[in-house]
């Protein structure tokens, strides 16, 4: 069973290719699902070099649609969004639950008064602190069950590279709240493209950090191996090959299939 349910789109201004152009490729390599799931829109953070328009979001919708109609018989296509888990954002979570059939929550921005004034990437934490709340969002994110799928949870290793106590204290925080929360993490194969940088533990790619996932695997938290792949071409090359050989080797709780929480009973 091949599959994939973190798909970009060129609408998101740093990917390319429209949803007919990732689903021939994942025909072609005989994949049996494909979800897209680019960034979703949201006029409260404003980072359109990043995401899609609010006005082009039916584009999205429709141009999913028209693959679907398509190509239905061949393969399983799924509408989704990648989003980020800010307070007092019910209404938009809601919202988006309506119009697609999955979300994945990626935390790109953290900020460290539960604000819209203060965020910053989540690729630069180097504190204790920041670590800490990325823990902190990530679990309330868990809580809120607006979310199928936790991409990247390890991200926070990026810029803080140390995998230190706190760092151990995070990913333990993490996986519990995964396990209280029937949480799927992601195995973010698109990490692997990001270069190797010093650490103390050696030189190594900022996510997924095999500290991490060694921790992941004492929960039995379940799991799901994504290219998260910004271009048709790398939805399934040698760099995923690659990172699932390593995924499969860690012999983690892989999920298979996706249950969409649409489906189940008393989830918005
Ligand atoms: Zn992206
Ligand atoms: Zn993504």
Redesign the pocket.
Same mark, same amino acid.
């Given at each position: 069973m091949k599959r994939n349910y973190h798909t970009?789109h060129y609408l998101?201004n !740093?990917?390319t290719g429209n949803t007919e152009e990732y689903v021939l490729e994942a025909i072609r390599n005989n994949f049996d699902i494909l979800g897209m799931s680019?960034?979703a829109p949201n006029n409260r953070v404003g980072d359109y070099n990043?995401r899609m328009d609010e006005s082009e979001f039916d584009i999205y919708l429709r141009d999913i649609e028209e693959s679907q109609a398509k190509y239905g018989d061949k393969i399983t296509i799924l509408k989704g969004l990648?989003v980020e888990y800010f307070n007092d954002h019910e209404d938009y979570y809601k919202n988006l639950r309506k119009k697609v059939d999955y979300l994945i929550h990626g935390q !790109?921005y953290i900020s460290m008064t539960d604000s819209m004034n203060d965020l910053f990437s989540g690729f630069g934490l180097r504190t204790k602190e920041e670590i800490l709340k990325y823990a902190e969002i990530l679990t309330k994110a868990m809580e809120s069950n607006y979310f199928d799928i936790m991409a990247h949870p390890d991200l926070y290793m990026c810029g803080y590279k140390n995998f230190d106590e706190t760092a151990e204290k995070v990913a333990h925080l993490i996986c519990q709240a995964a396990i209280d929360n029937d949480m799927v993490l992601e195995f973010n194969a698109n990490g692997f493209r990001r270069g190797r940088a010093n650490t103390p533990q050696g030189i190594l790619q900022p996510y997924p950090r095999m500290e991490f996932w060694e921790i992941a695997k004492t929960y039995n938290v379940k799991t799901i191996l994504n290219s998260?792949c910004?271009s048709p071409k790398i939805l399934y090359d040698d760099v995923i090959k690659e990172a699932e050989e390593v995924y499969l080797k860690l012999g983690l709780n892989d999920i298979g299939i996706l249950k969409l929480k649409h489906k189940q009973k008393g989830v918005i």
């Open positions: 970009h998101c !740093h990917a680019d960034h990043v990648e !790109h998260d910004h």
